[in-house]
């Protein structure tokens, strides 16, 4: 079967962003950019179903303007077999992105769609359950085990109580938590190899979508800082700190 | 007119919806209740004492035993046509099936709210916390998940009305497995006044008893960090950070827990942080109101002995 993992290019999730002075936004210049975390676990699962024979051939797609091309080399590195770049010099939120997702899942008809939970920057984690819900089929979000057997997949979901197991009909859709699995590194050779996959090129303009914005971002602040506390030399003086200072045990 | 979708696990109703109808509050406007499950009478019982709902909408169905989201999604996109709002927790049950709402109604979903400035206008933590932004939504129907930590609890004392709704929605391409729960006997990770997580620092499963007896003294729930997590230490659903749960107690206690942007998301709104670690340069001190530079395996006893 055909697996499509879409990824998405973010900040790196070392970098201590900054937001810019006019409170517009978050500084992205000259910053460290990297695959999205969980966009990586799925391209790995996606690699790891082709490896175990589930799989015949795996699509990366990335949605975004032409540097998103240095992420998409990273995951046919990684082990996917061909690339779709649908290419926009706007950002896009989750609902566009989801219904230009949907219009290459119409085209493509992958069997399987894994995308990562949530990106890091706007830490939204919509775009797997919109795709899903534009698409009609059913989800398996915040897997941390995807089993496919016969028509349908089973996931493992990671929910606040703990795992849940569901079964999905195929097509289906699933999002990837941390523990989904362990991504590999790319080799040099790989990273050689991937220069020569085919990567198709699109212009999300001609997908024939309303892609205008469906909310206005007002201002980006910082964050209410933290005073710095004190450091104490015992237990003995952190007990009593807590109860007479901080009052937060009696 | 709002519906806000109660959290619940067909027994009982979380506290963090009492939360998220303090978010509806602050929006505006007559709220409604809506009890999705499976023999779920004493959820419907206890979400008609919630104050300032009038009434309490309840589908009781096989179908939504589980809360599927293919099956919830359909309820929920079919009631919103009578609503100029419709809210859920950022739980994971919210998260799952609030996007797929939106995509049927055509609208974005504003995710994860802190605080409402209007009807329209919501505020959200961005890049893990880093950023805070304002954002205004356009839709003429407003779809959004909430982060209770940033709302107060309403009361208890109401009466609302309680309807059935008879319709049910099987969207027949999902079904539920198994379900492998966490059992605990201590208070909801999420609405714990008081939290002492582990780390890397802990070594191994065994010594997060060590955090158990002070715990039970602080009536404290355990949460861990994601090096924790897997490392196998404990099980994922005891996670605070970026991805896991977002907790906000009156005290959070890290011991072992370098502090990394991830793990800092998830708790640096609590009142007061302390900071047991033996590595004096941990990014965890620079957000801890009181730290300890100590080695935990000494600290954690005597502090267990003293409380």
Known sequence: MKVLVPIKRVIDYNVKVRVKPDNSDVDLANVKMAINPFCEIAVEEAVRLKEAGTATEVVVVSIGDKKCQEQIRTALALGADRAVHIETEESLDSLNIAKLLQKLVEEEAPQLVILGKQSIDSDNNQTGQMLAALTGMPQGTFASEVKVDGDKVNVTREVDGGLQTVALNLPAIVTTDLRLNEPRYAKLPDIMKAKRKPLDVKSAADFGIDLSPRANVLKVTPPAERSAGVVVESIDELVEKLKNEAKVIS | ?307
């Open chain 2, 1 to 307: 007119m709002i519906l806000v979708y109660a959290e619940h696990d067909n027994s009982s109703l979380k506290a963090e919806t009492l939360k998220t109808v303090a978010a509806a509050q602050a929006i505006g406007g007559d709220i409604h209740l809506l009890v999705a499950g499976h023999n779920c009478g004493a959820v419907a019982e206890e979400a008609a004492k919630v104050n300032s709902v009038a009434k309490v909408l309840v589908a009781d169905n096989a179908a939504y035993e589980h809360q599927l989201a293919e099956n919830v999604s359909l309820l929920v996109t079919e009631l919103a046509a009578d609503y100029d709002t419709v809210i859920a927790t950022a739980l994971t049950t919210g998260k799952n099936f609030m996007p797929r709402v939106a995509a049927l109604l055509d609208v974005a979903q504003i995710s994860d709210i802190i605080a409402v400035e209007s009807a329209d206008t919501f505020v959200r933590p961005i890049y893990a916390g880093n950023a805070i932004a304002t954002v205004q939504s356009l839709d003429a129907k407003k779809v959004i998940t909430v982060r209770a930590t940033g709302f107060d609890a309403v009361a208890t004392d109401g009466a609302a009305e309680v309807v059935a709704i008879g319709t049910a929605t099987d969207a027949g391409i999902s079904s539920h497995v198994s379900d492998e729960l966490t059992e605990s006997e201590r208070p909801d990770l999420g609405a714990a006044p008081v939290v002492i997580s582990g780390g890397r620092g802990m070594q191994n499963g065994d010594n997060f008893k060590l955090l158990e007896g002070i715990a039970d003294k602080l009536g404290a729930a355990i949460g861990a960090s994601r090096a924790a997590v897997d490392a196998g230490f404990v099980p994922n659903d005891m996670q605070v950070g970026q991805t896991g749960k977002i907790v906000a107690p009156d005290l959070y206690i890290a011991v072992g827990i370098s502090g990394a942007i991830q793990h800092l998301a998830g708790m640096k709104d609590s009142k007061v942080i302390v900071a047991i670690n033996k590595d004096p340069e941990a990014p965890i001190f620079q957000v801890a109101d009181y730290g300890l530079v100590a080695d935990l395996f000494d600290a954690l006893p005597e502090l267990e002995s003293k409380l």
